[in-house]
């Protein structure tokens, strides 16, 4: 490509790169203002809306709440895609398709739809306003990452090292536990963080199942900004940055290490 | 799986006569037939919890929801003995007396106040006015019934004698119904059977569902032509930059959705930043409307969506050798031939895979437009929960839904034809 066209693509991409992190960041000294409009200049410094944010109400309850539900539809959707996934990369799978459609319609489907759905359905069972409703539509809804993560890992798995260890006479479970699981567990972490991470910011079904008692942290920052819009929204955002990028630090990690094995699990 | 292998490469034994014939080989097969059965059993053994949990926590739901989109149990709940004197009635004029006495019957064997304001709600669909003049009647009605029951019901309102009322009553007769399915469409069941146009003040959905696509459409075009040269700078240059770069269009992606959001209608508020900037610059001079219409929400969407297609054109760029584009021009093309008949025909696929994910996202999309977009600006997604909470008009709702899940799983089988599905969501 000649020079002064490359030139031109690096200067756009910088703009690109001022777009893409610069709102998020533009906003962070916000949170420090120590008044509650939300423009510069700034009058003074204050940690008021941090202090506001760590109150147990309304945002701390929000933030337990969104840990537990997230934690719970990490587990079961981990646990239920990664079986699931270790059967599809068996091949010989009588009707592959059709089960990898409905393995992936949850991803496909809307997810307003999904929560009218689940709200007229889990009505009819009591799951409406319950912790046990939320953490099963949130992992229903993060099954197909953790599945296609792991499917992922698993292409680079050589079948021959379970082979070698059922020859050396562990059962499938202990082939599972000790070869298996240890060489795809960094495509099973990056799909669990997937979960969580969809789980944790995720407010379009918790806008139709939760009640009151489960109001979750996305729930509590869609309605502020639905309704009354201060500070303290800025410096919650200000701390989920924070953790985001502790997360995408772990999932860096976890792909670097996937890496690591598939180099080892060759030689 | 293990298991089964070894049997197949160390016979045991099984080698012998399986389907009693003897020799080597058809016990071969048979002992691979059965290794095959075998794993096969295993596989559905690990995906069966799965498929079990998603047809219980997804499709049920789904299925509930869309059903909603045709059920019609209302009037047939509140108007039995109604429906069935009408059973004859041919539509014209009005009609029978036993018609008018089964109306004043029915409301007064229904037990429950809701069953009467169900059907109520649900003839109003058809006829505005309709919930008024029942909850009318039924008041009246039931505290002093009267004989004969068409002086009464004419008297409480006149309406009672216009044909078009009790039409409705007998067309919602049936236990399924196509009235969400067309008014999503913005048609209307005709007087005789087939269908019309909705009068034009009703006509909504079918500019919502143009919206929604043209919206989507050039969403998807604007990701796509910022997101090209970037993806190519990330594939192509290497190093430090492209990991910077690459960190750059992940971080949002790990960010929440909600802290995006909130960032963009701070920023693009009369006081933001953006505003002030372009004052400064004596670009404009009184501050513009960037938010809650709809060039905040291109400005949103576009931030949003932008990773779901740099990501996919990352993979597909990855995977293309300099070397043919050295080839090409080696073999005397410019720059502009290579890339038009070399280059972009290869990264097709991560075009077509890009443009998919982003355009039914943003289709689908509710949270950004119902925070950053105007009045004017709200998409399909935005009625479905709209009638499904604000109005409970669960039928609507449905029907909505069913017309926004066909344009994307249209489009689905559309691209999934050219590209196929597993290598859009990345699993083939």
């Not at chain 1, 709440?65 to 990490?74: K, P």
């Not at chain 1, 969580?196 to 900004?225: C, H, N, Y």
């Not at chain 2, 059920?71 to 004029?93: C, H, I, K, Q």
């Not at chain 2, 960010?255 to 004052?279: C, D, F, H, M, P």
């Amino acid at each position: 490509m000649p020079v002064a066209l490359r030139r031109v693509q690096i200067a756009f991409c910088c703009l690109a790169m001022i777009f893409l992190i610069g709102p998020t960041i533009v906003v962070i000294p916000i949170s420090f203002s120590s008044a509650n409009f939300l423009s510069y200049p700034l009058p003074g410094f204050s940690l008021q809306w941090y202090e506001k944010i760590l109150q147990p109400q309304p945002w701390m309850s929000a933030l337990l709440n969104s840990l537990i539900i997230g934690a719970g539809a990490t587990l079961v959707s981990t646990v239920l895609g990664t079986l699931a996934a270790l059967g599809m990369s068996r091949g010989r799978l009588p009707a592959r398709s059709m089960i990898l459609a409905v393995v992936i319609s949850p991803m496909i489907v809307p997810v307003v739809i999904s929560g009218v759905g689940m709200y007229f359905f889990f009505a009819k069972l009591g799951l409406v306003a319950s912790f046990l409703g939320l953490v099963l539509a949130h992992a229903v809804l993060a099954v197909p990452f953790v599945l296609i993560t792991v499917t992922a890992t698993l292409k680079n798995f050589d079948v021959n090292l379970v082979r070698a260890a059922a020859s050396l006479g562990a059962s499938p479970f202990h082939a599972f536990r000790t070869v298996t699981l240890p060489l795809i567990a960094p495509g099973v972490i990056s799909g669990a963080l997937f979960a969580f991470v969809f789980s944790f910011d995720e407010v379009v079904v918790a806008l139709f199942i939760s009640g009151p008692g489960q109001r979750t942290l996305p729930r509590q920052m869609f309605d502020g900004l639905r309704d009354n819009i201060d500070p303290s929204i800025l410096a919650m955002s200000t701390l989920l940055v924070i953790i985001s990028i502790v997360l995408m630090g772990g999932g860096a990690l976890a792909q670097k290490r996937a890496a690591t094995n598939r180099s080892t699990a060759n030689v | 799986m293990a298991r089964a292998m070894t049997s197949v490469v160390f016979p045991g034994p099984r080698i012998g006569a399986a389907d009693g014939r003897p020799g080597r080989v058809s016990a071969l097969a048979t002992g691979f037939r059965a290794d095959r059965r075998r794993q096969t059993i295993g596989s559905l053994v690990l995906i069966g919890p799965l498929v079990v949990f998603i047809v219980f926590a997804f499709v049920l739901p789904l299925g509930t929801m869309l059903f909603h989109a045709i059920n019609n149990p209302e009037v047939r709940n509140a108007f039995p003995m109604t429906l069935a004197s009408l059973e004859d009635w041919d539509g014209m004029g009005t009609p029978p007396d036993a018609a008018f006495d089964a109306v004043a019957a029915d409301i007064r064997a229904s037990a429950d106040p809701k069953t009467m304001a169900e059907a109520g709600r649900r003839l109003n669909y058809e006829i505005t006015g309709f919930r008024s003049l029942l909850a009318k009647t039924v008041r009246t009605v039931r505290k002093a019934p009267e004989q004969p029951a068409r002086t009464q019901l004419l008297a409480i309102d006149g309406n009672w004698g216009n044909p078009a009322y009790w039409r409705v009553i007998q067309r919602n007769g049936t236990p399924l119904t196509a009235f969400y399915l067309l008014s999503a469409v913005d048609l209307r069941p005709g007087e005789n059977g087939g269908v019309q146009m909705a009068p034009p003040e009703e006509r909504l959905f079918l500019s919502t569902l143009m919206r929604t696509l043209t919206i989507s459409a050039l969403v998807t075009l604007i990701c796509l032509f910022v997101a090209y040269p970037i993806a190519n700078a990330i594939v192509a240059i290497g190093g430090r930059l492209s990991a910077i770069m690459l960190a750059c269009v992940l971080l949002p992606f790990w960010t929440s959705l909600l802290v995006r959001t909130s960032a963009w209608i701070v920023i693009l508020q009369k006081e933001g930043v953006v505003n002030r900037l372009l004052q400064a610059l004596n670009i404009t001079n009184a501050p513009l409307e960037l938010v809650f219409n709809r060039t905040g929400l291109y400005i949103a969407m576009v931030h949003i969506l932008l990773p779901f297609m740099v990501l996919p054109l990352v993979s597909v760029m990855k995977g293309i050798s300099p070397s043919y584009v050295k080839a090409s021009a080696s073999l005397g093309a410019g720059p502009v031939t290579t890339f038009l008949r070399v280059y972009l025909p290869l990264t097709l696929p991560g075009v077509g895979a890009g443009c998919l994910l982003t355009f039914i996202i943003s289709a689908g999309y509710y949270v950004t437009p119902t925070l950053v977009g105007g009045a004017s600006d709200q998409m399909l997604s935005y009625f479905v929960a709209f009638y499904a909470n604000t109005t409970i008009n669960w039928g609507m709702s449905a029907a909505l839904g069913v017309l926004l899940l066909t344009c994307i799983l249209a489009l689905y089988g559309i691209v999934g034809r050219i590209v196929g599905i597993g290598r859009i969501v990345g699993m083939e």
